[in-house]
């Protein structure tokens, strides 16, 4: 036990002796004038049956409020229910019927308690659980839940299913757009599910976590709704995981005019053939712990194709950062590349990372450690996220490829002004460029003219096989 806890266990014991002394004097007190007064008559037994009801009754007693310590139902610092109470009561509340969970998040809550403290932020929470309290009694829905699940994260129950209800939950979200709190700006994001998508509550709301996350629209949530549930697909990428049931597929990265690079992109298959797309599947993959073993797999896969093609072309597979961080993933590597020695210094890892990994020397000599072993490195999204760009200033690496916005937007004035800004910051550091979504041949020229090293794009070549990439290559060169 740490030593907090023995602080919170000491402190409560002490609360509970408080509380508890008046009616435990009071009691003693009785019982000593019972005692006192008919002691000649009172029989043995009865003395010794009191004494040992006092003695249940004070520890029953104790046992009670300790006990109320830990049972609180609303949260402390906003005064909505507590994530246990919460749970407890959407647990409850979608098997009785159509039930939808809305997720209300302060997205900028990190930046509030930065600038303004911690004082500031607990304010601005306390006060967004108010202002949707108080919307939603304007619409005559009262007893609506509202709870703190974590940092600026809400969930609100809702009785009936969400197409129903969706005006009214649009229109809250549009009430605080543009909020602020005493010049404090507040950013809020909306998701919301109901249970005909699950009636597990724990995928409920890891289903709204990813929905949120990673901004899909109603229509795609739909049709993923309609292809499979949500426990169905873990059980299928479970399966094509341990069974290694996935398809690659190929996309050709042009650089000086020629094939130097193959982008590899993988679909999980089911038993019955049907594919399963990274959309879909990187979710529960991340959640259910598979990231190290599906990492590893792909990466095999890509070198044992490697080996049998020409010996110019690199292979670049999109690797989570978390697993490159571990010692047995680069161990495996070692192993593989032992196997596949003609794969030496032809496999690229593409890494996006969200979060900054602040063990930023030890993360540099572990990527040194790959780059020797003959792999090459290169950091994804320069222009969207900032840890990428954080990441060149301190990572020593091969290559960077640039948000795929930029090469949708590369005729705009704007993205062409600072895809060129940082492309040449790039090569000031030694580190080729790359873009994608290159849609036409104006998008290459100016790409060319801005000095960016690898193109990719449809213009330049769909996602296909291996073998329509390379017979592409051969009859180009003929």
């Not at 749970?87 to 997205?107: A, C």
């Not at 049907?274 to 879909?280: D, G, T």
């Not at 593989?336 to 990994?357: D, P, V």
């Amino acid at each position: 036990m740490i030593y907090p806890e023995e602080k919170e266990r000491e402190n409560r014991f002490k609360l509970a002796l408080r509380m508890g002394l008046p009616v435990f004097s009071l009691m003693a007190i009785s019982f000593s004038a019972l005692m006192y007064n008919y002691f000649e008559t009172i029989p043995k037994s009865f003395v010794i049956i009191g004494i040992l009801v006092f003695a249940v009754m004070i520890y029953y007693l104790f046992y009670l409020i300790y006990q109320g310590f830990d049972e609180r139902v609303t949260d402390p610092i906003t005064h909505t229910f507590t994530r246990e109470f919460l749970t407890m009561l959407f647990k409850r509340e979608i098997k009785k019927g159509p039930y939808t969970i809305m997720l209300v998040s302060v997205d900028n809550l990190h930046d509030i308690n930065a600038r303004f403290g911690t004082k500031n932020g607990d304010r601005i929470l306390y006060n967004v659980a108010h202002r949707m309290g108080e919307y939603f009694d304007s619409k005559g829905m009262n007893k609506v839940p509202i709870g703190h699940y974590k940092g600026g994260d809400f969930f609100i129950g809702l009785k009936g299913n969400k197409n129903e209800l969706l005006t009214i939950m649009e229109l809250m979200c549009i009430k605080f757009e543009n909020y602020a709190i005493d010049d404090i700006e507040i950013s809020i994001s909306c998701a919301n599910a109901d249970n005909s998508f699950s009636q597990n509550l724990d995928q409920l709301l890891d289903h709204l976590f990813e929905l949120q996350n990673e901004k899909l629209t109603e229509l795609t949530l739909e049709e993923e709704k309609k292809d499979i549930n949500p426990t169905e697909l873990e059980n299928r990428v479970i399966e094509a995981v341990k069974k290694r049931l996935f398809q690659l597929m190929y996309q050709r990265v042009v650089e000086e005019d020629q094939i130097k690079i193959v982008d590899i992109s993988v679909k999980l298959k089911s038993n019955e053939g049907k594919l399963i797309h990274q959309k879909s599947f990187m979710p529960v993959i991340s959640r259910l712990g598979l990231l190290r073993e599906f990492d590893t797999m792909v990466v095999e896969a890509a070198m044992q194709e490697c080996c049998r093609v020409d010996e110019s072309l690199i292979f670049a597979v999109a690797v989570s950062a978390s697993s490159v961080r571990q010692q047995r993933f680069f161990d495996d590597m070692q192993m593989l590349f032992n196997f596949n020695e003609a794969a030496r210094g032809r496999i690229m890892f593409i890494l996006t990372e969200r979060e900054f990994y602040h063990r930023i020397q030890h993360y540099n000599k572990l990527l040194q450690s790959y780059r020797r072993s003959g792999i090459q490195i290169t950091l994804d999204r320069l222009g969207a996220f900032h840890t990428t760009m954080l990441y060149l200033k301190e990572l020593n690496v091969d290559m960077v490829r640039f948000d795929a916005s930029f090469g949708k937007e590369i005729k705009e004035r704007g993205y062409r002004g600072i895809l060129k800004g940082l492309s040449e910051s790039a090569k000031f550091l030694g580190v080729r460029t790359w873009v994608k979504m290159i849609e036409d041949e104006e998008g290459q020229n100016l790409a060319r003219e801005i000095g960016i090293d690898a193109v990719q794009g449809n213009y330049l070549g769909r996602i296909e096989s291996l073998e329509e990439v390379l017979k592409k290559e051969n009859d180009e060169i003929r």
